[in-house]
C-alpha cells in the first residue's frame, strides 16, 4: 500500500473536537483509507480530514459502491474497511452493502452521520432511525449520544468487526457530538466486558474428531470463507492437513482460493453449479470436515438428501453457524488456524493408521466422477463462431496467468459469477472477491476499486453481466478520478441470463422481464468514462481484446458478446439432492422433475 | 420447526445483558427476523448500578431450534450470559396477574371470591359491581385461574410475564 503511507501526525491537542478524535482512533485503528460521501450531517468530519493527510479519503458515486468498495479492501487485504456517510438518504444508500457484508462476514466500519441529538426522533431533515434500520444489517451498531464515548466506540466498533465472525458495524454520529469538544482515549487494553468469542478449539473434540477421521474410507474436506477469514495461516494449515490425510477437498464460493484450484486433490466448488465430482463425494462421504463454511442453502440443496450416509465434523468461530441447518457429530468452536492447527498436531500424535487402502478406493471412485468432465462446454473455432461465455473465461485466465501479474478477480450476480467461479482458477486466498450470501447485483465493480486501492499494482478484474454493471456503473467516474486501471470484463449475454435460465428450466421459457433491452453502447460508455472500450463479437476477437485490455494502463471495459443461451451447468435444481444434478443441454429430464417445493425456493 | 416434532419443548431462557439502548429491540428484533416465538418476554435492571438487566424470554420449539436460539442470543454483543433454565434443572417461574371481574348478580360475585381464595388472589380493588384479582403463580396456574373467571365477568387481563431462576444455591 506504497501510496497511502501515513505522512503527518494529527495534532492530539487537549481540546479537539469530536470529527478530530474520530480520526484520530480510526488512525490509532491502523485506517488509512476512507470510502465515502459528504453531506450536511457529516461535514465536520470532512472538514476535518481536510486539515490532515493520515488517512485517504476515496470519494465514490453511490453509499453502496462505498461499502462495496470497503468490503473488497477488506477482502483482498485482511483489514477492517472504513465508511463515511451522510444521515438519512446516505445512511439509506449504504444498507445494501452493509447486508452484503454481514452475510459474506466482511469486517467494516460504516461511519453513518445524524442529525444533533436534540433534534433525534423529531423528524429533522435528512434524519432516518439508522440504528433502527441498520440493526438487522449489521453485526452490531451505536449511536453515539455523548463525547466521552466517542474514542472508546469507535475502538469497541473495530475490535467487533474484527473479532470473532467478523462483519459490518454501524457508528451513528450525531452532529453535535462531531462539533462539540470531546476526550480522547486510547484503545482499551482489558478485554471486551461481554464480547468474547472463544478462539482455541477444544481438545477433548479435536480427538474425536481425529478419531473419526483416522477412520474414515470415504472422507471430504469442505471449507468455506472461514478459513478466508481466519488469515493466511488458516490456508497454509489447510494445504498442509489436506496433504497430510490425502482427503479430497472441495470448497463454496466464498472459500476459492484457500486450497489451490489447480492440485489434484482438489474437486472445484460445490453445490448449486458445483462440479459433479465435487457433489457426488459430499453425497456419498462416510465423513465429512466442514471447516469455515455454513450448511448453507446453495450448498447443500435439499437438506433431507444431505450427505445422508455421514459423520460430520464442523469447526466454526460463531456457535450459532452449528447444527442451525444440519446437526453435526462433532461440533468445533473455534479460529479456523487454530483449529486446523490442532487437528495436524494431534493427527501426527495419533498412533492409528488412517484407511489406506478404502482411500485408494475411494479415489478411483472419485476419478470414475471427475471423467464425467462436468464442466464441459464445446467452442466452436470456425470463423465468427459465437464466443461460449466460459471459454472467455477460460481464456481470461489463460492469458492473465501467462502474464504472471498478481491478480484479483471481483464478480457481479449471475451465470458470469458463476462461471468465473468455475473456470478462474485461484491459487492464494483472498484474491476472489463476490457477493455469495447476498447474491448483489452491483458488487463487482466498486468491489474491485476498493482492491485497486488497496493494491495499486495489480491486475483487478471485474467479470461481470451487461445487467449487473448498470447497477453501479456510476463508479467508472471514481476509477477515472483516481486513475484506478480496474478492468471490467462484461459476458455480454444480452440478458438478464441467470433469470433467463430459471425461466426456461422452471417457466415453461416465458422469458419475462429478463431481456437486457436498451443497453448502452458500452465501448462509449467508457469513454465518456475516460476509461477505454473494447468489445469482441466472435471468437476471432477474444484473445486479442484480453491481451488489449490487460495492457492497457487505464480503466477499460470490455463489452464480450457471448452466446445468449448459454445455460450454466452443473446445476441441482432447487429441492433435489446431491446426486441429482443436471450436467448439461443434453441432460434427459432437464428439471421436468422439479416439485412444487422446489419452485418455491430462490 | 412444527409442533409434531417430538422434540419441540417450551424453554425458559435467562439472558443478562448490558442495559444499553437498543439492547432489548435487538433482542426482539433477533426472535421476529428469525421466526421464533416468544411466548413471553420481561426485562427489568437487575443490579444496583442500573448496568445490567436480566431478560427473561419463555419461548418454544425443536431442540435444534432451542440451541439456534441460545447461540443466537450469545452472539448479540451486550449479552453477557445466556442461561436454558429449563435445561439445567429445577427451576421457578412465575408471573403476576391483576385480573378484573365485572359481576353483577350476588351469586356470581360470591363464587368469583370464593375461587380467587383458592386461588390465593388477592382482592386489591372492588366496586359494587367489580374486582381487581392479583395473583402470582406460575403461567398455567394464572392460566387456569383466568379460564374460571370467564364465565363470572371476567373483562380485563394484564399480565407482566415470566420471572424465572434456578432452585437451590445455583446462580445463573
Ligand atoms: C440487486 C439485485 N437485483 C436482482 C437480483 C436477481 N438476479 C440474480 S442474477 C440476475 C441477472 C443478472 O444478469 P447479468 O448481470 O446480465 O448476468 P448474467 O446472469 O447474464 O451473467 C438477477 C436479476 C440480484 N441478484 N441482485
Ligand atoms: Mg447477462
Known amino acids: ?602 | 420447526m412444527t409442533a409434531a416434532d417430538p422434540t419441540y419443548t417450551s424453554a425458559t431462557i435467562s439472558v443478562l445483558v448490558d442495559n444499553e439502548a437498543g439492547v432489548l429491540a435487538r433482542v426482539i428484533g433477533l426472535f421476529s427476523g428469525r421466526g421464533y416465538n416468544i411466548d413471553s418476554l420481561t426485562v427489568a435492571p437487575v443490579d444496583d448500578s442500573g448496568q445490567r438487566s436480566r431478560i427473561n424470554v419463555v419461548t418454544s420449539g425443536t431442540q435444534m431450534v432451542i440451541e439456534q436460539i441460545k447461540a443466537q442470543l450469545d452472539r448479540l454483543v451486550p449479552v453477557h450470559r445466556v442461561s436454558d433454565l429449563t435445561q439445567l434443572g429445577p427451576h421457578i417461574a412465575r408471573e403476576m396477574a391483576l385480573i378484573k371481574v365485572i359481576a353483577t348478580t350476588a351469586d356470581k360475585r360470591a363464587e368469583a371470591l370464593r375461587l380467587s381464595d383458592a386461588f390465593r388472589a388477592r382482592v386489591i380493588d372492588a366496586t359494587v359491581e367489580s374486582f381487581v384479582f392479583e395473583m402470582t403463580g406460575s403461567t398455567a396456574k394464572l392460566d387456569a385461574f383466568v379460564e374460571l373467571m370467564r364465565p363470572l365477568g371476567l373483562a380485563e387481563v394484564s399480565r407482566t410475564g415470566v420471572a424465572a431462576m434456578a432452585r437451590g444455591t445455583r446462580v445463573i
Open chain 1, 1 to 602: 500500500m506504497s501510496t497511502i503511507a501515513p505522512t503527518a501526525e494529527l495534532p492530539a491537542t487537549a481540546a479537539q473536537s469530536g470529527a478530530e478524535v474520530l480520526l484520530r482512533a480510526l488512525k490509532d485503528q491502523g485506517v488509512e483509507v476512507i470510502f465515502g460521501y459528504p453531506g450536511g450531517a457529516v461535514l465536520p468530519i470532512y472538514d476535518a480530514i481536510f486539515q490532515q493527510n493520515a488517512i485517504r479519503h476515496v470519494l465514490v458515486r453511490h453509499e453502496q459502491a462505498a461499502v462495496h468498495a470497503a468490503e473488497g479492501y477488506a477482502r483482498s487485504t485482511g483489514r477492517v474497511g472504513c465508511v463515511l456517510v451522510t444521515s438519512g438518504p446516505g445512511a439509506t444508500n449504504a444498507v445494501t452493502g452493509l447486508v452484503d457484508a454481514l452475510m459474506d462476514s466482511i469486517p467494516i466500519v460504516c461511519l453513518t452521520g445524524q442529525v444533533p441529538t436534540h433534534l433525534i426522533g423529531n423528524d429533522a431533515f435528512q434524519e432516518a432511525d439508522t440504528t433502527g434500520i441498520t440493526r438487522p444489517a449489521t453485526k452490531h451498531n451505536y449511536l453515539v449520544k455523548r463525547a466521552e464515548d466517542l474514542a472508546r466506540v469507535v475502538h469497541e466498533a473495530f475490535y467487533v468487526a474484527r473479532t470473532g465472525r467478523p462483519g459490518p458495524v454501524v457508528i451513528d454520529l450525531p452532529k453535535d457530538i462531531l462539533i462539540g469538544k470531546a476526550p480522547y482515549v486510547s484503545p482499551a487494553a482489558t478485554p471486551h466486558r461481554s464480547y468474547r468469542p472463544q478462539t482455541e478449539p477444544d481438545s477433548a473434540q479435536i480427538g474425536r474428531a481425529i478419531a473419526l477421521l483416522k477412520g474414515a474410507k470415504r472422507p471430504v474436506i469442505y471449507t468455506g470463507g472461514g478459513v478466508i477469514n481466519a488469515g493466511d495461516a488458516a490456508s497454509a494449515a489447510l494445504r498442509r492437513f489436506v496433504r497430510m490425510t490425502g482427503f479430497p477437498c472441495t470448497s463454496t464460493l466464498m472459500g476459492l482460493g484457500a486450497y489451490p484450484s489447480n492440485d489434484p486433490q482438489f474437486l472445484g466448488m460445490l453445490g448449486m453449479h458445483g462440479t459433479y465430482e465435487a457433489n457426488m463425494v459430499m453425497h456419498g462421504c462416510d465423513v465429512m470436515l466442514n471447516v469455515g463454511a455454513r450448511f448453507d442453502d446453495r450448498v447443500t440443496g435439499k437438506l433431507s438428501l444431505f450427505s445422508p450416509g455421514s459423520k460430520k465434523i464442523h469447526i466454526d468461530i460463531d456457535p450459532s453457524s452449528i447444527n442451525k441447518n444440519v446437526p453435526v457429530e462433532v461440533p468445533i468452536i473455534g479460529d479456523a488456524a487454530r483449529a486446523l492447527e490442532a487437528l495436524i498436531a494431534a493427527w501426527e500424535a495419533d498412533s492409528a493408521k488412517p484407511e489406506r487402502t478404502a482411500l485408494a478406493e475411494w479415489w478411483r471412485q472419485i476419478d470414475t466422477w471427475r471423467a464425467k468432465d462436468s464442466l464441459r462446454y464445446r467452442q466452436s473455432m470456425d470463423n465468427g463462431a459465437v464466443i461460449k461465455p466460459q471459454y472467455a473465461i477460460q481464456r481470461l485466465y489463460e492469458i492473465t496467468r501467462e502474464l504472471g501479474r498478481e491478480t484479483f478477480i471481483s464478480t457481479e450476480v449471475g451465470q458470469h459469477q458463476m462461471w468465473a467461479a468455475q473456470f478462474f482458477r485461484f491459487d492464494e486466498p483472498n484474491r476472489w472477491m463476490t457477493s455469495g450470501g447476498l447474491g448483489t447485483m452491483g458488487y463487482g465493480l466498486p468491489a474491485a476499486m476498493g482492491v485497486q486501492i488497496a493494491h495499486p499494482d495489480a491486475l483487478c478484474i471485474d467479470i461481470a453481466g451487461e445487467a449487473s454493471i448498470l447497477m453501479n456503473i456510476q463508479e467508472m467516474s471514481t476509477l477515472a478520478q483516481y486513475r484506478l486501471p480496474v478492468k471490467v470484463f462484461i459476458l455480454n449475454n444480452q440478458y438478464m441470463g441467470m433469470v433467463r435460465q430459471w425461466q426456461e428450466l422452471l417457466h415453461g421459457g416465458r422469458y419475462s422481464e429478463s431481456y437486457s433491452e436498451a443497453l448502452p453502447d458500452f465501448v462509449k460508455l467508457a469513454e465518456s468514462f475516460h476509461a477505454e472500450g473494447m468489445r469482441a463479437t466472435s471468437v476471432d476477437d477474444l484473445d486479442g481484446v484480453i491481451r488489449a485490455m490487460l495492457a492497457s494502463p487505464k480503466a477499460v471495459i470490455a463489452d464480450i458478446f457471448v452466446d445468449q443461451k448459454e445455460n450454466c451447468f452443473p446445476m441441482i435444481p432447487s429441492g433435489a439432492g446431491h446426486n441429482d444434478m443436471i450436467l448439461g443441454p443434453e441432460h434427459e429430464g432437464g428439471a421436468t422433475g422439479v416439485s412444487d417445493d422446489g419452485l418455491a425456493l430462490v
